[in-house]
């Protein structure tokens, strides 16, 4: 498998620009999470998705930030309008869903992108 | 999110040394540990797991587990040059899919 796919791997624009980023989870996998990590805050889960279905966006900063999973090969998180905090590499990470004998489910992360707002 | 606290680094060890790293968590509820290393500019990948408490052996790698203490660590043995990244803590409670993460130790091997 390829592993978790992102795209662009890097992203430079203007504040109050749209920024989407995208992803594409390990095939099979029914657990999509996206996080932001920043020297600051370290890495944040914003939100994540069973099935498609958003379950917790409990991390989501403020409603300029939005995700999407239309299908289970596909999802998006958006940012409208960017702003220059809202730079950071944004990881995707997809898992199974499924316990093992040590009770762990292990998230396998994608590449990240690294957003830039000037 | 529960708190994860980590051993402020950056931690410099000699080749072939042993590097320890410390995470402690305040959420009683949590079940199940990992370690992360992440390299820089690079994504986190899972190099241990631990539920009971104790030891687990993986490699040069052993995670210890103090529920009591609230309490994981990570012991690298016979440090390498490759292992100089960033280890990442990362606790869940029982078949909760979030993880939380502490701020991460930087570990440095010198040659």
């Known amino acids: 498998d390829a592993g978790v796919i992102q795209s662009p791997r890097h992203e430079v624009t203007e504040m109050g620009q749209e920024v989407t980023l995208r992803c594409k989870p390990i095939?099979?996998?029914?657990?999509l999470f996206w996080y932001r990590q920043t020297m600051m805050r370290g890495l944040e889960l914003l939100i994540y998705?069973?099935?498609?279905?958003?379950?917790?966006d409990s991390g989501m900063p403020e409603d300029r930030f939005s995700a999407k999973m239309p299908n289970a090969s596909f999802s998006t998180l958006k940012i409208q309008p960017s702003e220059p905090r809202d730079s950071a590499v944004y990881f995707c990470?997809?898992?199974?869903?499924?316990?093992?004998?040590?009770?762990?489910?292990?998230?396998?992360f994608g590449p990240g992108t690294r957003l830039t707002v000037l | 999110q529960k708190e994860v606290e980590q051993n402020s680094g950056p931690l410099s060890v000699p080749e072939g040394a042993i590097a320890s790293l410390n995470c402690t968590y305040s959420?009683?509820?949590?079940?199940?540990f990992f370690w992360y290393r992440q390299y820089s500019g690079k994504s986190p990948e899972l190099i241990m797991s631990?539920?009971?408490?104790g030891d687990k052996e993986d490699g040069r790698f052993t995670a210890q587990l103090n529920k009591a203490s609230q309490y994981v660590s990570l012991l690298i043995r016979d440090s390498q040059p490759s292992d100089s990244a960033t280890y990442l803590c990362?606790?869940?409670?029982?078949?909760?899919?979030?993880?939380?993460f502490g701020a991460g130790t930087t570990v440095t091997v010198r040659a």
């Open positions: 990470a997809s898992s199974s869903g499924v316990w093992d004998r040590q009770h762990t489910d292990t998230q396998y």
């Open positions: 959420d009683r509820v949590s079940q199940s």
């Open positions: 990362a606790v869940n409670a029982a078949y909760d899919y979030k993880l939380s």
């Open positions: 095939s099979g996998h029914d657990y």
């Open positions: 631990i539920y009971s408490n």
């Open positions: 998705f069973n099935n498609n279905v958003p379950i917790d």
